[in-house]
């Protein structure tokens, strides 16, 4: 993420003499749909009167151009039958261009910045995409949804507006087709060994408080370990960052992997500083009771992943972070061969002062940008409702996860499994063919977003258990629009990476001891030093601005 960051600042600056072009596509209301530019002579292949739910097929064989994100736990191969069936249904063959995944960001940045793109540019995480926007390099997408009937009926159907307003730029319009989910997808919570709880009378904890209350009679039972210990420190600017998402949440913040400098104040109805929202500090207190009563691990905050499992095997620690893929493939499996009668569970994230909410915005994934390029195209048209079918159908997000009823799956109803022979995922370990490896599929460049039904099929069933009890709670607001202007943007860039550091060392300090809580106004002082107000006030001044001319 700090890459794709430092390409941002670059490539905005780099991007600083051309901020005119942006104007170039016309502003007008920020409707979809912009000037309705004249596509008649785009329309090689297209499908007269295409519709949601119908089957793409193009009128004439096409291919297109993209950007491929190999990933080396399934490197790609030519030969797979996610190509050839894609090619069956949609007449339609994609030319990878096929870039490490390690590399993926720089090469993607160089590929643009060079005019030699691809057609399709998926992996796209936002707010990357605003790096190429004033240069013109990449299309205002929403002006071509009108092209794309599945991506409207589910924006509509699952009430997605005010998400698909959050990624809007200063002109209204947005860069980037974000794969769109019907409900929200958590990650991340606490996992417990729920033998040794069972051992000793104690219940999986439902709040932040109750967390508190179990690790303390582990550290009286166990007095020589520290019942929690964590990971996810490395190679991320936010040491813990999977604890802190997950911990900001129950206080109403973002923190860790989802700390953003800026957050919305719904009731004040304005930005606010996030690190120096009262929640935070509450956040930061949990924490700092925590190591101080040393119930937690203080080097979590710098230990490697493979130090942090190996206490949680050596049975130095009884609760860790996880996510339903490394619980049941990292944990339980080695657990399992390693200390009998193991047992651990991940709980749904405890509730802490916000109650029993997520976060705002988490139904949109990465997604695709589009070249600008593409336009001038004469199979324009049909390529938009090719992207409409494969990423945004029900039918073309089935082919993308699950590949071929009868061949690589079979389905009863909601119920999907892979035929025998087959291992998705680690499901059978022993099989002879792997769903992403061998055949394409369930391939992260192709397959994010969907409906419930969908999405969940590829649940194990601790995640079907997790995820069932996070979809009950409420989700926080989205962020409403405050898209920066170019000149704008170059500035708030050279604030917010000083200050986010700032905050990050400090939040370490306070949760560590090194600093005591007792200095936080001089902590808020320092922020204020380092252009803290500056940049919350170019933020409002944003939201203003958009909402005024956008409504």
Known sequence: MMNAGQLSRRQILAAAGFIGLATVTGCGSGDDGGDSKDLSKKQNGAMKNY??????????????????????????????????????????????????????????????????????????????????????????????????????????????????????????KYYLLPGLHEKVKAGYSLSFRTDVLDKHGLSLPTTWDEVHDVLKALKEEYPGTYPFSDRWSTNTPFPCGALFSYLGQAFGVRAGWTYDNISFDHKARKY??????????????????????????????????????????????YAMSANPQELV????????????????????????????????GSRLENGVMISSKALKSD?????????????YSD????????????VTYTRSGSQYKPKPGISLMGSDPDAPKDMQKDYGFYNGVFAYGGSRELVSSMFSPDEKKFQDAMAQR??????????????????????????????????????????PLSQWNAYLAELKSKNMQQLVDLHNKAYERFKKENG
């Open 272 to 317: 606010v500083f996030t690190g120096a929202q009262d929640g935070y500090r509450q956040m930061v207190e949990y924490l700092r009771g925590l190591v101080a009563e040393k119930l937690m691990d203080p080097e979590s905050f710098s230990q490697t992943d493979d130090q942090a499992l190996q206490k949680l095997l050596a049975e130095k620690c």
């Open 474 to 515: 409420e989700q926080l607001p989205i962020d409403p629009a405050h898209p920066l202007q170019s000149f704008e943007q170059e500035q708030a860039t050279l604030w917010d990476t000083p200050l986010k550091d700032h905050v990050i060392q400090n939040t370490l300090q306070f949760v560590l001891g090194k600093r």
């Open 329 to 360: 493939q990292n944990y339980r499996y080695n657990l399992e061969k390693q200390v009998e009668g193991a047992k651990i569970e991940m709980v749904p994230v405890p509730l802490g002062p916000a109650g029993p909410v997520v976060l705002g």
């Open 395 to 406: 039918e073309g997000q089935r082919l993308a996860r699950w590949g071929v009823e009868g």
């Open 51 to 172: 519709r949601a739910g119908q089957q793409f097929k193009a009128a004439e064989p096409l291919s297109f151009s993209v950007l491929h994100n190999n990933n080396p736990v399934y490197p790609m191969k030519n030969g797979w039958l996610f190509w050839k069936e894609l090619t069956k249904r949609t007449g339609v063959t994609l030319k990878p261009v096929d870039v490490p995944l390690a590399d993926y960001e720089k090469k993607r940045s160089v590929l643009i910045g060079a005019g030699d793109a691809p057609f399709l540019i998926p992996k796209t995480y936002h707010p990357s995409e605003v790096a190429f926007v004033s240069s013109g390099a990449i299309l205002p997408v929403s002006d071509y949804v009108k092209l794309m009937p599945n991506f409207r009926e589910k924006v509509r159907k699952w009430k997605l507006e005010p998400e698909l307003d959050s990624i809007r730029q200063s002109d209204g």
């Open 379 to 391: 199979s324009f048209v049909a390529m938009m409702q090719f992207v409409d079918w494969l990423w």
